[in-house]
């Protein structure tokens, strides 16, 4: 191991200006794009009589926390063997602005009724108005939660939406849901597909509940997840017990042992890679235990996006003219599994995404070298699928005819008690 002995042969200054080296060049990328988001001009035109706006403070705080973090990197300068290149360690300790993921323990009593329950749900596909897509149509839980290949995904009778599917796994630990944040939680977003006319088409709640209603064996699930409840197929329990499910897609990764500790967790080249991750200031935005999710931030930091018009993120959904491109951070992990990237799918290999965030949010021109470390770095962002968890139910069975009408929607008709040939089982 030549590094270790060029370390153990390094003098202690060496080691220290090396580290200090490394800690200024991250420090410096970080302040260049927190300055850069701050005051950049299209903020100041949208908004010239106040340069804060309050979501920037708050944004502000959450910089400066990284940025406070960063330079407290220099206080552990002494163990940081940062001139160990390329394969050293960087301490564990000294990844604050990073937090380690594990699988959530098995779901019990009522709440295991509740998984058991968003599980079928998400699985089936009598929630859509032809009783052709689920959730898992476009969110593949088999295939890390995505739509595989596809840069948009196509909903009932093949239309095609405008974004890319972003996965399901770890979603939850998002500060906000899709693309451009307009649902609050997994709760709040999981209504929307069933209704949006390019995703599962249903014409509304009525139609969902009636389906609901045409299956004894649903209702029966519903009543004993919400027991406490006089009525409990409403749609507030459809999106709780979605939500309940999609809690726990989690895929703890090697990246989470390293981060407790275990330094032999990630390969020299992927610790070369995090060595290159930190220095460009992709921590800037993507970190916390999503490494992402946590902020809404420019497309085009250092210089415009290309396309500024097809998709202009928030501004859409804000109508403010400040919070055009903006999008927010997705997590990274997983994301080797989760192409084509970006919002529109239209990047179709990782080292093509890693550049372009280089160029447009970092202000790097990436060599060759560096974005393949980074790559390989974000393997070890790849967890497992928890392949017991997400098991389709077995005793999925088709609706019951009389629900059906020919247009196949379902009819408003509650308490139908005749149960179909495979029902009740
Ligand atoms: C036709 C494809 C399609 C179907 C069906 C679909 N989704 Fe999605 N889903 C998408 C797309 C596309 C987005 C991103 C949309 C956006 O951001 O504007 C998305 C976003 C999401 C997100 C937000 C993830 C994030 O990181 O922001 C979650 C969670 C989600 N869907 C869950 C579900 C659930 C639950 C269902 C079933 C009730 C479902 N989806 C059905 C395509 C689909
Ligand atoms: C200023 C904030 C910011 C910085 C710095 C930043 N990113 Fe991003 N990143 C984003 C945003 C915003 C998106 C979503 C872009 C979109 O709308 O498609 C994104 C998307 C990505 C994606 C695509 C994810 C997917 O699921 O499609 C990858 C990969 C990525 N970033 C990696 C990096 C790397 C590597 C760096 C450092 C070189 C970096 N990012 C630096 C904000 C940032």
Redesign the pocket.
Known sequence: MTNIEIVSAAPQERRAIACMQYALNAIVAHLK?VL??FFRGDAFAAHSSSRWRPDAQIQASIMLAVLAGVLSMLTGCRDFSLDAKPDGDIAPQHLFMFTSLHASAPATGVTAMRVNLGRRIFYDPHFSKNDSISCNSCHQLAKYGIDPGRPVSLGHDHHPGDR?S??VYNAGLQFAQF?DGRAANLAAQASGPMMNPVEMGMSGPDVVLAYIHSRPDYVRQFKEAYSDQKDPVVMENVTDAIAAFEGGLLTPARWDKYLEGDVNALSDQEKQGLR??LR???????AGMDM?GN?????G?YRNWPDQQT?P?RLTLTHQARDR????????RN?EQ????????H?QT?EE??W???KY??G?K?STADVNA??SF?HALTGDIPQQYIQPPADEAPPSKVAANHNGQWQNIHHITQPSSQEGQ
Not at 280 to 286: D, I, R, Y
Not at 339 to 344: E, Q
Request: hydrophobic content about 45%; charged content about 10%.
């Open positions: 794009i850069r988001i890319n972003p996965t693309w290159v991750y460009s200031g992709c921590a800037a935005c993507h992402g902020s809404y931030q420019k497309l930091v998709d993120g491109m903006y999008f927010k951070v997705p997590t990274l994301v989760t192409g084509p990237w970006f919002h529109n799918g990047v990782l995404a890693v372009l965030m280089g949010e970092a790097h990436l980074i790559v974000l």
